[in-house]
């Protein structure tokens, strides 16, 4: 299995705030990763796939990066909307998950 | 646009089996992948396997040897079933699709629904 590790569990942030979230690859995964945001009661959202291809409708404000075993989703300029849960998630062998990042209100 | 939509029994018995199907409305089942994932506040988010329109399947290891896919493309839905249930099968049940091309990206979702395994 290849484990997924989300750094920090949890992020306080503010509102314009630049927010930067790491996934690590217990073994490289090339670029197959991808980002969900997932609120409270829904479904998770795709915003990121391929590692840094922005899914379509989802706001220029998220951006991805990396390949191998580090990546980043960037949030620019954090909007109250994006008050969530974030998950990585690698395609490389199966599929697995990050155990996701909270980014809440400071 | 594309909807998914669980449906299913919420409550299984211990050893019984989990039966869910995901009804696809919007759009056809036909040239993409269709997935399980479940979700516990425990083990967080876990892909269970995905089925292909034509039949073909690919399950998490881990669940390999209780899981069943199958898909019914007359109807646009397709099922799951997980064998020989036990309370760490308590979880948040999601269909998805995969995102054209892809096996396991999920860019449309259903709105899950949760099933408890208990007596």
């Known amino acids: 299995d290849i484990q997924m590790t989300q750094s920090p569990s949890t992020l306080s942030a503010s509102v314009g705030d630049r927010v930067t979230i790491t996934c690590r690859a217990s073994?490289?995964?090339?670029?197959?990763l991808a980002w969900y945001q997932q609120k409270p009661g829904k479904a998770p959202k795709l915003l990121i796939y391929?590692?840094?291809s922005l899914e379509s409708g989802v706001p220029s404000r998220f951006s991805g990066s990396g390949s191998g075993t580090e990546f980043t989703l960037t949030i620019s300029s954090l909007q109250p909307d994006d008050f969530a849960t974030y998950y990585c998630?690698?395609?490389?062998?199966?599929?697995?998950f990050g155990q996701g990042t909270k980014v809440e209100i400071k | 646009q594309v909807q998914l939509q669980e449906s299913g029994p919420g409550l299984v018995k211990p050893s019984e089996t989990l039966t869910l199907t995901c009804t696809v409305s919007?759009?056809?089942?036909?040239?993409?992948?269709w997935s399980w994932i479940r979700q516990t506040p425990g083990k967080g988010l876990e892909w269970i396997g995905y089925?292909?329109?034509?039949?073909?399947?690919n399950y998490n290891p881990s669940l390999k040897s209780r899981v069943t896919i199958s898909i019914d493309t007359s109807k646009n839905q397709f099922s799951l079933k997980l064998i020989s249930v036990t309370a760490a099968d308590t979880a948040v049940y999601y269909c998805?699709?995969?995102?054209?091309?892809?096996?396991?990206?999920?860019?449309?979702w259903g709105q899950g629904s949760l099933v408890t395994v208990s007596s």
């Open positions: 998805a699709r995969g995102r054209s091309g892809t096996f396991y990206i999920a860019d449309y």
């Open positions: 919007g759009g056809s089942i036909s040239s993409y992948y």
């Open positions: 089925i292909y329109y034509s039949g073909i399947t």
């Open positions: 073994q490289t995964i090339s670029i197959w």
């Open positions: 391929e590692a840094s």
């Open positions: 998630q690698q395609s490389n062998s199966y599929s697995t």
